[in-house]
Each structure stands twice: as structure tokens, then as C-alpha cells.
């Protein structure tokens, strides 16, 4: 197989889409907007899961990118999922050079979604900001399913 591209390649991480707030400046990171890098995590589409999974290798992370709307501070939100007996690893998301650990718990089923808060993280307006999830430790046979993560301003 040969194949034969109009201009040299570019590799996906060069271009993570920037997601733009919403009208109430939240910024929602779905899992479609993910670009996941390592040999299995990934996004799938299923309507059932709709989810970056298949979390199973502890060196795959994640990672999105945003432009926040106004300064000041959000609240970290993450929807994830994780079956029995598979909770116990230890996951870091960065928001920009902000890091907040966590460690994932069981929610009785990979797309049996739990919200969890994160923390608070200070953003300025107009910066683009990458967001990244990471394990530090995979305790079981995989790490966790994240539907999205949000950043939502906090009222002064």
C-alpha cells in the first residue's frame, strides 16, 4: 500500500480543537473533543458509552484544549465511570500548570457516570489552556471511562 498525501502530515496533537465557552462561560470537555494518546484509550462512540475508554494501559492519557471566555476562577468538574472491583487508581488532571489528584472510585459500571469536584483553578481570559488526564497509578485492569470534564466559573 503506497500512500500519497497533498502536503507532509501533521501530527493530532499540533491540532487539539480549542473548545469556546458557552453563553454561561462554562467550558464542557466532552470525550469527543479528546485527543488520546498511547496504544489503547480512544474515543467511543457508542451511544451507550459516548466516552474516551478502553483505558487499559497506564502509560494513554488524554488531553483537550480551551480558551476560557472571562478570568477568574472555575471549579474542576469530572463525569466518569468505573466498573466494580476496578476503582483504586490514582489519575492527575492538569489544567494548565495546575494539577489536581484524584484517585477514581467504583460507580458500579464504566458508563454508570459519577460528578465529582476537583478543585478550583485560577484561568485568564483568551489564553488557549490544555487540560490533561493522566494516571499515576492503574490499580486494576483499567483505569476509568471520562464522559466530560467542565470548568465553571465561580461566582465572586
Known sequence: IELKLDA?????????????PGSDHAILLHSRYAITHGEMLRFEPQSYKDTVGYWVRENDWAEWACRP??????????????????????IVISVG???LPFKVEATGGFQKWRDVELGTVQLSAGTRITVAAKPKVKARNAVMDIQQITLKPVAN
Do not use: I
Open 69 to 90: 471566555g472571562r478570568s477568574g476562577n472555575y471549579s474542576v468538574h469530572l463525569r466518569y465511570g468505573c466498573g466494580n472491583g476496578q476503582g483504586g487508581s490514582d
Open 8 to 20: 507532509p502530515p501533521v501530527v493530532a496533537t499540533e491540532n487539539v480543537p480549542t473548545v469556546q
Open 97 to 99: 500548570e495546575t494539577k
